[in-house]
């Protein structure tokens, strides 16, 4: 640990900021005044995250908020360890531009500009808490996401591959849709021939087999989700239109500690939903924030679609709004920010009245030794959508209500 000080002369309180890197961190105690008091660097691992916060309990003073760069970074198992000593951790923001060129680039003054962000409230808020079951939900999240996107490239790969295939190869599977061309293909045998024919089917296979791996786990990672939010965000899950992933998301953006976004319109903000001032002079008028969570955005953005597709009382409103002149862009702005009022106010209060849950609805529907395709005749749709419902693999909660209805009248 490397330590300086500076002249201090008996502040009320502190205040502190932290740089965080992946080796060290470095502390600044400020004074209420912007004054330097001290600064150190500890190691980035548990006996530095105990001698940083001796170092805060030993101060001259009350520190009254602890200002880190990289709360969901490097940062993060410092935060978590200040929270659980009882400190208030605030995410701040790198120093602008013109603090650096003014003041120069080094840890100490980037932990010092950490704590005046603090002192003067603008561009600082309270840290997401990950020691809940949202960070569960987020890390399950992040895996499923990368999960997704391999299985894409690997669906690109294969239809690439079968366009400049051999005859042979490309009038067995081209004609197929991707998910049963990929069936066939982990099931194919190439055999051992070294001709470009057998090289291009054992590279498909390997693909197709690849593809359904990460489909199995993708799947597995999504109960996880879903059994963890229905616990601890079932409110999340009742939401018209919001399937376990984008459910999941919202609970993400929102954090673990949903209780520091002060209001709904604050949470809209945060979402990008929200729009904001753009007026000049005389000109009074607002424009779309482009701003905030995009992938927060993304989800509100799929429940206004879907409603707009299913709800009838959505449906009612979009085409009133449409013989008022509005474009289908500016009615999903509108739904998207009444939507995330209703996302608030489920965060807000977790608890929820108990309906029949899909895993439920597919417990019901082999007690009464009924098959998907049996269920599908009777409400005229897929079994694969049924399928869908069951394993909450997409949001269909018009088809979902007829089938609970038809279910228990069966």
Known sequence: MSRTAAVTADPDYLVAGVDTHADTHTLALVTAQGGVVETATFAADADGYTALAAMLEA?????EKVGVEGTNSYGAGLTRALTAAGYTVYEVLRPARRVRRRHGKSDPIDAVAAARTVLSGDGAGEAKDTTGP???????????????????????????????????????????????AIKHLAACRPGNGDSPAAACLYALRSLARTHREASAHADELEKRMHRILAEHYPRLLA?????????????????????????????????????????SGKTTRHRLNRGGDRRGNAALHRIALIRMRFDPATRAYTERRTGEGKTKKEILRCLKRAIAR?????????????????????????????????????????????????????????????????????
């Open 59 to 63: 101060a001259e003073a009350t520190i």
């Open 134 to 180: 949202v960070e569960a939900v987020r890390l399950l999240l992040t895996a499923r996401t990368q999960l997704v996107t391999t299985m894409t490239a690997i669906s690109n790969t294969i239809n690439s591959l079968l366009v400049t295939a051999d005859e042979s190869v490309r009038d067995a599977y081209r004609r197929r849709d991707t998910p049963t």
């Open 239 to 279: 939401i018209y239109g919001a399937g376990t992933i984008v459910a999941a998301q919202l609970a993400v953006t929102a954090g673990g500690n949903p209780e520091r976004i002060r209001n709904e319109a604050a949470f809209a903000a945060l979402c990008g939903a929200a729009p904001i001032p753009a007026s």
């Open 342 to 410: 209703e996302v608030y106010t489920a965060l807000q209060h977790t608890a929820a009245p108990a309906p029949t849950t899909c895993d439920e609805l597919a417990a019901l529907r082999a007690g009464k030794n009924l098959t998907l395709t049996d269920v599908a005749a009777a409400l005229d749709t897929y079994p694969a959508r049924i399928s869908d419902i069951e394993k909450h693999r997409r949001p269909l909660p018009e088809l979902t209500d007829r089938y609970r209805q038809w279910l228990h009248t069966a």
